[in-house]
C-alpha cells in the first residue's frame, strides 16, 4: 500500500507552505516535497517604475524584514546610477540596519527558538512558548525582551522615518541625517543592546550548552547537512552585513572563491521546477545535482552560521570572541550541524549590537554630507545586503531616465529553499520507518529542522508563541484518511 | 459567544507581506487588552487554530475579523468567504485588502507576462521552461498548488466588507485606537461607525497633518527626489517639485514621510469622499503647475515618468481604473 503524508503548516508569511511525504510499499520514505504555493510577481511589476522607488516598492515583498528590501534596493539603485553615498550616507543606513538586525535576532531567539531549549524539546506543548520561557527565566527578562524590540525598531524609525517600511534612503545616500540629539539617543540605546545580548548569550551558555542533552542534539546527525556555506564579508573577510564581497567556502571549509553584487550571475543560478512557485538557487560553478549533501552538489545554505562559516572572524571585540568559544565547542570550521544556526545568530546579535555604538559614536555620523546627487546616465545595478534569513540581491536594468526594464530578486529565505527541502526530507527518513511514524517526535522534529533556519515563507518565525502549528494526515492509497497527527492545533 | 463568556476576535493574512501583523504586535501592552476581552479565534501568526475549526464555527460566532492581503490565488477567496460567514464585523485591515496596495500593480501586466518574467529571469536556469502547475503529476503522486489569478483583487471585490482600515501597514496608534474603540462599543460605552465607513485614520489628507510650510507656490518642473541637492526641511515638498501624494491621501499615518523628508507615496488610500485616488492626485498636481501653455504643461508633466505608478502606486486593483477584465466582473459589495 503506497501512502501519502501532508503536512500542512498553517502559520506562515506567503501562502500555504506545504510538505508531501510519499512512502514506498514498504512502508518507507519514497520521497519528500516542500511546496511554496504563493507568487506575487513583483520582478514583473516593478518593471516601468523608477529606480528610485524600489526602496520602497520592494519593502512590501517583506514587512517582517522591510529594512534588508530597502538596503538591497538603495544600493542597486546606487549602482544604477553609478554613485557611492557619502561616508556618512554609507554609516546612517549601516547603523539603521544594525538596529534592525538587533530587533529581528532578539525576536527569533525569544519568541521561537528559545523556547526549544529553555524549555526543552519535549517540554509540554503548553509550556513550550514565550510565556513558558518568562516563567521559567523570569519575568524581567520578558520586559528586557519588549525592550529590546522597542530599542531596534526605534533606531529604524530615527533614521528611516518609520518603524515598518522605511522610506529614507534614495539612490546617492537619504533623504535626512540625524541631529546630534538622537545620535546620543542612539548610542544609550547600543551599550543596552551589548549588555542585553552579552545577557543572551550566558543563558543560551547556561541552559543549552550545560545540558548534555541538548548539546547532543545540536551535534546530531539528523540536523547536519555538508553544505556549502555563503555570507557577505569585508576586506578582511570578516561579516558585513550591509557591505562587502560575498565569500563562498566549500563543505571542506575551503574558500572556492568572493564575488562582488555585479559578478552574482557567474555564481548563482535558480532551478525552476513545476510543482511550487518558489525557485531553488543554486552555486552556478558546482552545478545542480538535486537534492543532496557535498562538494559536488551546488547546494548552499545563507544563515547566520553559514556566514560565521563563509568569514574569517568578527570586526567588533565581544562578538570574536563568541566566534572563536563557537568554533572551539564546536570542534573547529565549517561546522554543519544545523541547530548552531540558534547559537550562531546570538553572536550576530552581539556584533549587531557592538556596531550600534561603533556607528553611533563615528564623528561623521552626524555630518550633514548624508547624500550625494547621481550626475551619471542610469544603466544596470546589482545591491547585496545580508539579510537575517539569508544573502539577498537585487538586480535593475534602466533606461536613460531611470525607468526600470528588467528586475531580478534572490530573496534571503530564498537560498534556503533546497537545504530546507533537505533538512525536512532527512527528519522524515530518520522518522517514519517500515509503515511506522513516530507520532510523537515526528512533527516537532520537522518543526526543529525548520525553524533553524527561520524561514520567512512560514513567519511562522515571528509567531508569537513561538510555536508551528502541524499537522500530518495519513492517507492510504484511496487518498482516505488513517490518521491525523496535530501539534499546537 | 465562545465558552468563557468573551467574544471571538480573527485576524488573516491572505497575500500580504506580513507588515500588518508586526504593525499589530507594536501596540505592545495594548495587546493585552485585546487578550482581556476577547477570545482569539484564529489568528495564524499569534496563536493555532487551523481553517477546519473556523469551518466548524457556527456562522457570525466571531465578532470581530481583521482581514489583511488581497486576493491573489484560489485559496486566498476561500478563506475570504469562510471568514465572511463565520464573522459578525469583517474589516479589510491595511492598505492590500482595502485597495491592492503595490501588489497589485501587477493587474497591469498578465498571469503569462509574470511567469515569463519570474522564471525566465537573469540568473534562472530553466531548460525545461517549466512553469508552475495547478496540478503536477511526479513519479510518487500527484502535488498541487493554488490557481493564481489573472488579477489581484480586494477584499470587497469577492465579499461584503463591513469597514476598511487603510495604511501600509496601518499606524500602530491608530490600531490601537480602533481596539479600545471596540471594547467600548462591547461594554455599551460607545457605538460602532456606520457601516462601509473608513475606520482607524483621519477624513482629510496627509497634508493636514504635515509640519512643512506651505506657501501656495506652484511650480516650473518636477524633480525626481536623488536629483534634489539639500531637500530644505521646513518647506512643503510638492512646492520643491517633488511629487508628494499628501495633497490626495488621507490623513491618519501623522505624515511619517514627509516629516523624514520623503515624498508621500499614498499608503493610506484616497482622502474621504474620494472616489478616484488618481483622478484626485492629477488634480492636485495641475493645480500647482505653473502654466497655461499646452506645450509647457505638457513638458512640466513629463517630469513624472512613471504616471500609472505615481497615480494608483497603492489602489490600482481597488480604484475606477481596476486594470484587467475580471476584476470588472467581481461580485463584492462596492
Known sequence: MSTRITIDPITRLEGHGRIEIFLNEEGNVANTYFQIPELRGFERFCVGRPVEEMPLLTNRICGVCPEAHHMAAAKAADAVYHVEPPRTGKLLRELLYSGFYFTDHTTHFYALAGPDFVMGPTAPVAERNILGVIHKVGLEIGGKVIQARKYGHHIVEIIGGRKVHPCTSIPGGLTKGITEEQRVEIEQMGHWAIEFAQFSLQLFSDIVLGNKEYLDLILGDIYTHQTYSIGLVDENNKVNFYDGKVSVVAPDGERIGKYAPNEYTDWIAERVEPWTYLKFPYLKKVGWKGFVDGKDSGVYFATPLSRLNASDGMTTPLAQEQYEKFYATLGGKPVHQRLAIHWARLIELLYAAERIVELATDPEITSPNFHTVPTATPTEGVGIVEAPRGTLTHHYKTDERGILTEVNLIVGTTNNYAPISMSINKAARSLIHNGSVVTEGMLNMVEMAFRAYDPCFGCATHSLPGQMPLEVTIRDANGETVEVLRQHC | ?334
Request: negative net charge; hydrophobic residues 35%; aromatic residues 8%.
Open chain 2, 1 to 334: 459567544m465562545s465558552t468563557n463568556g468573551k467574544p471571538k476576535f480573527a485576524m488573516y493574512w491572505a497575500a500580504s507581506c506580513g507588515g500588518c501583523e508586526i504593525a499589530v504586535l507594536n501596540i505592545g501592552e495594548k495587546i493585552l487588552d485585546v487578550d482581556a476581552n476577547f477570545d482569539v479565534a484564529f489568528w495564524p501568526v499569534a496563536m493555532d487554530a487551523k481553517y477546519k475549526d473556523v469551518e466548524a464555527m457556527p456562522d457570525k460566532s466571531i465578532l470581530l475579523t481583521l482581514f489583511n492581503g488581497g486576493i491573489r490565488n484560489k485559496e486566498n477567496e476561500e478563506i475570504a468567504h469562510l471568514l465572511r460567514h463565520k464573522s459578525q464585523i469583517l474589516v479589510a485591515f491595511g492598505s492590500c485588502a482595502s485597495e491592492g496596495c503595490i501588489p497589485g500593480l501587477a493587474n497591469l501586466s498578465s498571469t503569462q507576462d509574470i511567469y515569463k518574467t519570474v522564471y525566465h529571469t537573469v540568473s534562472t536556469e530553466n531548460p525545461a521552461n517549466f512553469e508552475p502547475q495547478y496540478e503536477y503529476e511526479m513519479p510518487e503522486g500527484i502535488l498541487y498548488t493554488p490557481e493564481f489569478y489573472p488579477v489581484l483583487k480586494t477584499l470587497d471585490q469577492v465579499v461584503p466588507v463591513d469597514y476598511y482600515m487603510p495604511g501600509c501597514p496601518p499606524e500602530s496608534h491608530q490600531i490601537a485606537a480602533v481596539v479600545e474603540l471596540v471594547i467600548k462599543v462591547l461594554h455599551g460605552e460607545a457605538t460602532l461607525p456606520p457601516a462601509g465607513a473608513t475606520i482607524g485614520a483621519g477624513v482629510s489628507t496627509v497634508c493636514d497633518d504635515c509640519p512643512r510650510q506651505r506657501n501656495v507656490k506652484t511650480i516650473k518642473e518636477f524633480v525626481r527626489i536623488q536629483e534634489v541637492n539639500s531637500i530644505d526641511p521646513e518647506l512643503c515638498l510638492l512646492e520643491q517639485g517633488i511629487p508628494c501624494n499628501g495633497p490626495a491621501t488621507r490623513n491618519g499615518c501623522g505624515a511619517l514621510c514627509p516629516t523624514a523628508s520623503a515624498q508621500c507615496i499614498g499608503c493610506y488610500g484616497p482622502a474621504e469622499g474620494v472616489l478616484d485616488y488618481g483622478s484626485r492626485l492629477v488634480t492636485a498636481f495641475a493645480s500647482v503647475i505653473d502654466s497655461n501653455d499646452p506645450d509647457e504643461i505638457n513638458r512640466i508633466l513629463d517630469g513624472i515618468p512613471d504616471p500609472v505608478g505615481q497615480f494608483y502606486r497603492f489602489n490600482l486593483a481597488g480604484s475606477l481604473m481596476r486594470a484587467g477584465k475580471p476584476a470588472w466582473q467581481g461580485n463584492g459589495s462596492h
